[in-house]
């Protein structure tokens, strides 16, 4: 038996195997080798023996073997810092840009109580979205809640201003502020008869201007036009301005909200038309069907249906539209 000593200071210590013998009592051809194991200091040699040689197997070790998981990743916190515009018109249509970090699984954006259409992720710190027209209207500050898919709130909510940008913004904050509490002071209000005084009121707020052929001072004088108060002088005036375009009741795919719609309740008696209201809302269906509302005075309403006013309420009415186009 021999000792080595290797360049590490392992002492290692093995026995040859002895030659092979035929007697039958002999100890089975010493077919394997005896293992030596040397004792260090944070160092293990492992040896095993095949045959006749003998296999060695080395490992430095710093102590017991441990199994290490690995850590799992902490996960992206999506937040909002910022929205941009900070104001836009009434009837909506305002492209805004919302900032922050890890963005991309943003499901919707709500004004208020309203959701935002055209949800666009651009990237994880970018969304932008379409906002909403202002519930009636109304000229106000709302929260903007950014949601993920499954609808649980991303931060806190931003501030958005709805306020009156365009001519038909101010029209319509004026139809919708006075559409049952009567501006009296400075229209007065002709009884039982007060939708055309009403739609030309909101026309003056879009920005129209009063001439000699249109205007009224009935609360402060007493005076007006015809074409102020009564159907089909109004009828002619509309279609006389070159800043407006008629359509009839099958042409609705051209109506927009803020055009005047005045409504025939036996059209086959031709004697003009009997009521006038302001469109304020049109609804696009997938199937392509649209629906318009309307806002008015004599019977006061914010959305009153169209078809339902010539069909179940006046069946065989018809309407025609004046679209404004300035």
Known sequence: MRDDSNEFGVIISFRRPRPHSDSAGSSAQNAAANIAAAQITRRSLFTAAAGGGILFLAACTSGPATAKAAASPTPAVPSVSGLSPATGSLSGGTVVTITGKNL?????????TQPGTALKVVNDTTVTVTTPTSVDYAAA???VQVLDSAQHPIGSPQQYAFVAVTEVDKQMLYAFTYWKNYNLAEWGVF?????GNFVNQTLVARGWVQNADWYSTYATKGGYSLSWVRGTPMFDYLSSRPDVVHYTVN???NVKVGDVVMFDWDPQNNNGVDHTMVVSQVDKAADGTIAIKCVGHTVDAQYRDLDTAITVEHPGATAHFFSITS
């Open 104 to 112: 991309g699984k943003v499901g919707s954006v709500a004004f208020g």
């Open 191 to 195: 009884t039982a008869n007060d939708c």
């Open 251 to 253: 042409q609705r795919q």
């Open 141 to 143: 500050s709302v929260a």
